[in-house]
Every structure is written in structure tokens, then in C-alpha cells.
């Protein structure tokens, strides 16, 4: 899902994709997925303001980098006694390793006060986080319809399959395939991401149609104070039980080509990259 990018938050902003995901995407889910986007940047979330943003953000950077090193300086090293200056040498490294660990322990601190002021900050700013991030459901609901909003939600679920069918379409190539791919074998390669896409999502609808009906959901001011965010079950339910709205943007032949030219070159570079280097596995953000 696209996401608006915090080190624009002052001067331009810019919406950072996930070109695996996105090129699996239908057209129609595109659109909702790029409105869902820019719903969660307006004013309403506070999240994405320009200074509790920012302030999440240093904080954030800083608790990281005060990280201390685990009490590496908690011991000081024992020195022979037959060496020259074995007391001087020895008292020495006794007084640096206490100032270290008067350093580690202030690091500690400084850390700790950071964590629980970001923690403060997301605690104090989730109503209005969980709020905007409705509305912004609702606002790509208008704009791409009900339906292809749902799609782009259901299909962040995707994410971890599309990567290790990469991956596998990478170790296919280079292991299966010993002749050298034929022109357009960039086209094959995402082709098939989407074909794969495409089976995974009906399968999920196979799954999902012998399953009861979910109840519907509570409003959002009622929502548990235990949960951080609202989960993608609860805005689905949601989305599901609201009015359908019909698409007021939708793509002709000439737009959805003039959207695979540009995407041409950054799919090439993708690829390039991806059968060179392999795709990382690992979990997500």
C-alpha cells in the first residue's frame, strides 16, 4: 500500500509504493489504493502533521540510536601484576569503565524518556489517528467504489506470498532455465506475479465465502482502547456494511497504457535488480 513519505512532510510530499504489490494490483484497486493514501496525509491525522510527525519521528530515530551496548564497559579487564604500572594501569581502566557506565546508565535514561514520550505522543494522538484513518477508507470508497477499496485492503494480506513467489520465479530462472530469456521476459516476469495474485485472491474468496458472515462492527469511538490502530478485519467489516458506493475515477484503455509506460522502466530496474540480487524475506512494516 502506498504511504505518504515523513522526510517530505516540510516542502513536497510524495506517496512511496510497493512496486511488487502495486503491480498486482487490479487497475480499479490502484486507484483506491493511492486515495486510501492521500486520505491518511490530509490534516486530520495529526500523526502526519508537521510537528507531532516530526516529533514521533525524532523520537523515534533517537531512542534508536541511543541503543546502549549491552554493558560492555560494566567489567573492567584484570591486569598482571608483573606487568610495569600494574596498579596505575589497573586503577586507570577501573575510573574509565565507571565513567562508562555513568555514560551507558545516563543513555539509558535519555532512551527511556524518549520511549515513553513517543509512546505518550501515539497514545494521546490515536482517536484522531483512528478517525482519519476511516475516513480515509471512505474517501477512497468514493472515488474508486466500495469494492476495489475492499480489494486493496484484502490484498495487503498478499504481500509476503507475492515476495516468495518472486523469489521462486527468481530461483526458477536461474537454476530451471538454462537458455537465455527471449525478448519481453521482463513482461513474463510480472505477468506471472499477477497471475499468482489473482489465484491467491481466489482462493481466499473460496475460504471466505464458507465462513459466517461477521457481525457488524462497533463505531470507532467505541473501539478498544487496548488497540493501537484499527485492524484491517475492522475496516473491511466496516467497508463491507456501509452503503456500496460506485467509482467516480476509473481508467480508459489509453490511461491504463499511458500507467504501464511509466511503470515500465521502474518494473525493468525491479527485475534487474531482483534476479541479480535475490528478494529479502524478511518480515514486515
Known amino acids: 500500500m502506498p504511504s505518504s513519505d515523513g522526510a517530505a512532510r516540510i516542502g513536497k510530499r510524495c506517496l512511496v509504493l510497493g512496486l511488487p504489490l502495486w503491480a498486482a494490483h487490479p487497475p480499479q484497486q490502484r486507484i483506491a489504493a493511492v486515495a486510501q493514501a492521500l486520505g491518511r496525509s490530509a490534516p486530520g491525522d495529526v500523526r502526519n502533521g508537521a510537528v507531532v510527525g516530526s516529533a514521533l519521528e525524532s523520537l523515534t530515530a533517537g ?73 480515509a477508507d471512505d474517501a477512497a470508497a468514493r472515488t474508486a467504489s466500495s469494492q476495489a477499496t475492499v480489494g486493496a485492503l484484502r490484498d495487503r494480506r498478499l504481500e509476503a506470498s507475492i515476495g516468495r513467489e518472486m523469489h521462486r520465479l527468481v530461483i526458477e530462472k536461474k537454476t530451471l532455465v538454462r537458455a ?24 481466499e474468496d473460496l475460504a471466505e465465502s464458507s465462513e459466517p458472515e461477521p457481525s457488524a462492527p462497533e463505531s470507532p469511538g467505541s473501539a478498544p482502547a487496548s488497540t493501537s490502530d484499527v485492524s484491517d478485519t475492522l475496516r473491511l467489516a466496516r467497508l463491507a456494511h456501509a452503503p456500496q ?41
Open 180 to 203: 537465455q530469456a527471449p525478448e519481453g521476459a521482463q513482461d513474463d516476469f510480472w505477468k506471472s506475479v499477477a497471475e499468482h495474485a489473482a489465484r491467491l485472491r481466489e482462493q
Open 63 to 135: 531512542s534508536w540510536t541511543m541503543r546502549t551496548g549491552g554493558g560492555r564497559a560494566a567489567v573492567a579487564p584484570r591486569v598482571k601484576t608483573l606487568v610495569w604500572y600494574a596498579e596505575e594501569v589497573d586503577e586507570g581502566s577501573r575510573r574509565f569503565h565507571a565513567r562508562g557506565r555513568r555514560v551507558e546508565w545516563l543513555i539509558w535514561l535519555l532512551r527511556k524518556a524518549m520511549t515513553g514520550t513517543a509512546r505518550l505522543l501515539l497514545r494521546l494522538t490515536r482517536p484522531t489517528a483512528r478517525r482519519a484513518l476511516l475516513e
Open 245 to 285: 458506493r460506485p467509482a467516480t475515477i476509473t481508467l480508459d484503455e489509453p490511461g491504463r497504457a499511458r500507467v504501464e509506460d511509466e511503470l515500465r522502466l521502474p518494473k525493468e530496474a525491479v527485475e534487474r535488480l531482483t534476479r541479480r540480487d535475490g528478494v529479502p524475506l524478511a518480515g514486515r512494516s
